[in-house]
């Protein structure tokens, strides 16, 4: 089994949807979360960043970390066709350890 | 702003041959790291260099060289190229090094070998 599992997609929605990714892990220890957005043909790019549990709010995208559950979403709301990309969750326990990195989950955003 | 830059973007190889993938980037960022994506199994850390004038290994090794040349630069070497490196390698960068970072990432190098 994975540390991180993430469902790799496609998800196709209609534009102007709400969004939600997902991915689950293994491991207690992990308190710093983070997802990563990549473009076709392009590295990834840090969208949003966690520390421990809650909810953290950047425009039209939220980040949700339920540590009991050891559950974080990426929220997406009022989709856009420019939001189609692969999302990859990324986590570590923090102290010098290395990130942690989900498979990504491909959204495709129609119009 | 260059951030992070990567050469070459694409490359094919025959098995035995080898390459030399070359990262640099211009953020006077402390520490480098050199990843490969693959299909269903998301990115993994090949080599990492915390500072300038060291290297550890990551996750998958074994295969691969690298070298910090200076603070900017980090290159990764493959002496014998196989199949099973066919893939997309990125390099990224980062401030300190502490793993909760934000990670900057080249644009990647598609690698195939054959």
């Known amino acids: 089994q994975k540390e991180v599992e993430q469902d790799p997609g496609p998800l196709s929605v209609p534009e102007g949807a709400i969004v939600s990714l997902n991915c689950t892990y293994s491991n207690s220890a992990f308190q710093y979360f983070m997802w990563y957005r990549q473009y076709s043909r392009k590295g990834p790019e840090l969208l949003m960043y966690t520390y421990s549990s809650g909810n953290k709010e950047d425009g039209r995208f939220t980040a949700q970390v339920d540590k009991s559950s050891k559950y974080i979403s990426l929220f997406i709301r009022d989709s856009q066709p420019s939001d189609s990309a692969t999302y990859l969750c990324?986590?570590?326990?923090?102290?010098?350890?290395?990130?942690?990195f989900g498979t990504g989950t491909q959204l495709k955003v129609e119009l | 702003n260059a951030g992070v830059t990567q050469t070459p973007k694409f490359q094919v190889l025959k098995t035995g041959q080898s390459m030399t993938l070359q990262c640099a980037q211009d953020?006077?960022?402390?520490?480098m790291y050199w990843y490969r994506q693959d299909p269903g199994m998301g990115l993994r850390l090949i080599y990492y260099s915390a500072s300038e004038g060291t290297t550890d290994k990551g996750e998958v090794p074994n295969g691969y060289n690298v070298s910090r040349l200076n603070k900017r630069e980090f290159s990764l070497r493959l002496e014998s190229a196989a199949p099973s490196q066919t893939s997309v390698y990125f390099c990224?960068?980062?401030?300190?090094?502490?793993?909760?970072?934000?990670?900057?990432f080249g644009s990647g190098t598609q690698l195939s070998v054959l």
């Open positions: 953020m006077n960022h402390n520490s």
């Open positions: 990324a986590m570590t326990p923090g102290g010098g350890n290395k990130l942690t």
């Open positions: 990224a960068s980062s401030a300190t090094g502490t793993g909760n970072e934000k990670l900057f």
